[in-house]
């Protein structure tokens, strides 16, 4: 059993930053690969950035790509997502996921995170 925890979003300016964070409970959060989704209102939940669990060929969405990072910090037990270059239309709930292998499909994670909210103004 993984639990996730989201933490680090709020209400920024266009072309501002957030790194969110994602905390696991669980010795075998390094053996997970972590992705982070997001969902705004009215639309279904998307893809944004996975990470497996040895840290290399992380995927973007084409969206985010040059602009967000994701990284993990194994020891800490912690999958950051660094949000640089921000825009009105990354406003939304952000997810972190686990599952075992990496994935863009949000139906194949087993654990999710309650969510944090990111507001970018315009």
């Known amino acids: 059993q993984v639990q996730l925890v989201e933490s680090g979003g709020g209400l920024v300016q266009a072309g501002g930053s957030l790194r969110l964070s994602c905390a696991a409970s669980?010795?075998?959060?390094?053996?997970?690969?972590m992705g982070w989704f997001r969902q705004a209102p009215g639309k279904e939940r998307q893809f944004v950035a996975v990470?497996?669990?040895?840290?290399?060929?992380?995927d973007y969405a084409d969206s985010v790509k040059g602009r967000f990072t994701i990284s993990r910090d194994n020891a800490k037990n912690t999958v950051y997502l660094q949000m640089n270059s921000l825009k009105p239309e990354d406003t939304a709930v952000y997810y972190c996921?686990?599952?075992?292998?990496?994935?863009?499909?949000?139906?194949?994670?087993?654990?999710w995170g309650q969510g944090t909210q990111v507001t970018v103004s315009s």
């Open positions: 996921a686990a599952r075992r292998w990496s994935s863009r499909i949000s139906n194949e994670y087993d654990y």
């Open positions: 669980g010795r075998t959060f390094s053996t997970y690969a």
């Open positions: 990470i497996p669990w040895s840290g290399m060929s992380r």
